[in-house]
Structure formats: structure tokens, C-alpha cells
């Protein structure tokens, strides 16, 4: 009786570390969620900025020409 009394014990040891350390893990991930919620890092540039990607291009190139480009370019 007492060894069965001891192993219960210690699996409720067990699962109170691991419901403890996994609390601890998803509040930790929503604390950085809120922290980074507002950085707004892809706004559009400002000033003597270039721009990089122009949608609005009359030259229509594939994929393969501008991996071929970056290949070459090495930009």
C-alpha cells in the first residue's frame, strides 16, 4: 500500500512540474506576442529611401530571370 501510495505521489509530482513549466512556456509566448505586437518593421520607406520592389513595373520578369539576376548580381 505504501509503495503504491508513493509512486501516485510521485507522479503528481511529476505532472505538477510539467503543468507548471508548460503554463510558464504559453504565458512567456504571449508575453512576447504583446511586446512585438506593435512593431510595425515593414512599413514603407521614407526620405532618399529606394525602393525595392516596384509593383507597378512595365517589364514583366519570371521567376527564373530574376533568380538568374540575384544569381548574377549578387543583390
Request: charged letters at 25%; aromatic letters at 20%; one cysteine or more.
Amino acid at each position: 500500500m505504501r509503495a503504491a501510495l508513493s509512486a501516485c505521489w510521485n507522479g503528481l509530482k511529476i505532472f505538477l512540474v510539467f503543468a507548471c513549466c508548460t503554463g510558464l512556456f504559453y504565458y512567456g509566448i504571449l508575453f512576447i506576442i504583446d511586446e512585438y505586437q506593435g512593431d510595425e518593421r515593414f512599413e514603407e520607406p521614407e526620405g532618399n529611401a529606394i525602393k525595392v520592389f516596384d509593383q507597378e513595373s512595365d517589364s514583366e520578369f519570371s521567376f527564373r530571370d530574376r533568380l538568374w539576376y540575384l544569381w548574377q548580381q549578387g543583390e
